[in-house]
């Protein structure tokens, strides 16, 4: 068994819902969990369609929402009404009913370009509790993770463990629009860190990544390689 495998926890569902529902269930208790222990809470979340239904899941979780703040693992750069906004995602997902409560800090910037967007982001993010208590990320048949693409521009600083800052801008051809994502120190240190991966074919690519691929060739490796704690995957075929 290699280092990596040992900082791996699996979650197997055989269906999507029941998937939703376990992580679900497992986020609301670690946001309790901080709120006990800190009087606050800081959640992370990925966009794309595969949160929706965990989304709506931990929506409906009775815990003390004013006491959360949830924020973004990353977003493209685009404003909150547009299609492809996470922010519009979280939002119409998850901050409605009893989350709606909670305190949201986006990542987008009006009326700026998106490297003065991720200075003034970087400043907000700064200033919430770190580490994160709770991070939940997605993955891409390409293997990103984040905003971090293989191709990106600056990927050794997005990956660096040390990187010194929370918000770095992206320059992708493979991600289309700019994007703004936080940094690998921020991601791997959460105290409770989960991927969310459905389908087949994602999960033959966590497994190249886990059998060794390079960062650069699967940038999820980098969470592999420098996660803090356990890394646990929730997947559903």
Same mark, same amino acid.
């Given at each position: ?19 939703? %529902?376990?992580?679900?269930?497992? &986020? @609301?208790? +670690?946001?309790?969990? @901080?709120?006990? %222990?800190?009087?606050? @809470?800081?959640?992370?979340?990925? !966009? !794309? ?7 709506? #899941? ?19 750069? /685009? ?7 996470? +922010?519009?995602? &979280? ?5 409605? !009913?009893?989350?709606?409560? %909670?305190?949201?800090? !986006? ?6 370009? &998106? +490297?003065? #967007? ?34 990106? +521009? ?10 010194? /800052?929370? &918000? ?6 493979? @991600? ?11 991601? /791997? ?15 033959? /690519? ?20 420098? %996660? ?7 997947? #559903?075929?």
């Amino acid at each position: 068994m290699t280092e990596t495998s040992k900082r791996i926890e699996r979650h197997e569902f055989s269906s999507r819902n029941d998937l939703a %529902a376990a992580l679900g269930d497992t &986020v @609301a208790d +670690e946001l309790r969990k @901080a709120i006990v %222990a800190r009087d606050h @809470a800081t959640l992370a979340v990925s !966009g !794309g369609t595969t949160p929706v239904r965990f989304f709506q #899941a931990l929506s409906e979780k009775e815990l003390d929402w004013a006491k959360v703040t949830v924020t973004l693992v990353d977003e493209r750069f /685009v404003p909150p009404g547009h299609e492809r906004s996470n +922010e519009a995602l &979280v939002r119409r997902h998850l901050l409605q !009913g009893r989350p709606s409560v %909670a305190r949201f800090t !986006g990542l987008w910037r009006e009326g700026h370009r &998106v +490297e003065q #967007a991720a200075q003034e982001a970087l400043r907000d993010i700064a200033r919430l509790p770190t580490p994160f208590d709770v991070v939940v990320l997605g993955m891409g048949t390409d293997g990103h993770t984040a905003s971090f693409f293989a191709d990106a +521009e600056g990927f050794d600083l997005l990956t660096d463990p040390t990187c010194p /800052v929370p &918000v770095l801008p992206v320059h992708a051809e493979s @991600a289309g629009e700019p994007r703004l994502t936080l940094t690998l120190p921020v991601i /791997v240190q959460a105290r409770f860190l989960a991927l969310h991966i459905e389908g087949a074919e994602k999960q033959r /690519v966590l497994d190249r990544a886990l059998a060794g691929a390079t960062a650069r060739e699967l940038p999820i490796r980098a969470v592999l390689d420098h %996660a803090v704690g356990p890394l646990h995957i929730f997947h #559903a075929a």
